[in-house]
């Protein structure tokens, strides 16, 4: 089987899941919080500032685990909760500056490579395997949304 053949992507794929899931575990535990700290994080990082109501979607945790989580992350110096803009009625959690000041050596070091290895993938290629890689997460997503009903 070649590295062409959907098997052998799909499995890498799954082998790079699967390694990253160690990574994260060696993070949080490296930040003394727990794996879902830990994904209220990546996804305050990668969207920005999120209700509490949408975090806890993203999580699959009620509104009282949702609270427990970020009054944690607050104390602890990861968030902080201000008014929401245009509702007066929520409240945005958003990472703090203290935040991106405590990404361990190692995390920038990963976060360096994926970027060294994003670019050493030839220009023709960079389309089909970003398709790829949003195809995979869009059926993630799905996946977990279904799994959740």
Known sequence: MTAREPETMAANLQRFGLAR?????????????????????????????????QLGDRLSLTS?????????????GWVWRRPHPSDRRYVLVE??????????AGLAAYHAQIQAIAASVPAPH???????LQAAADAASSAAAELRR
């Open 64 to 76: 009282g685990a949702i609270t427990m989580l970020v009054d944690r992350l607050e104390a602890a």
């Open 21 to 53: 899931d160690q990574m994260r575990s060696a993070l949080a535990s490296g930040a003394g919080i727990s794996q879902t700290d830990l994904d209220a994080l990546e996804h305050l990082e990668a969207d920005g500032p999120l209700t509490q109501r």
């Open 95 to 104: 990472l703090t500056q203290h935040a991106g000041e405590r990404t361990p």
């Open 126 to 132: 960079r389309d089909a395997i970003a398709g790829f």
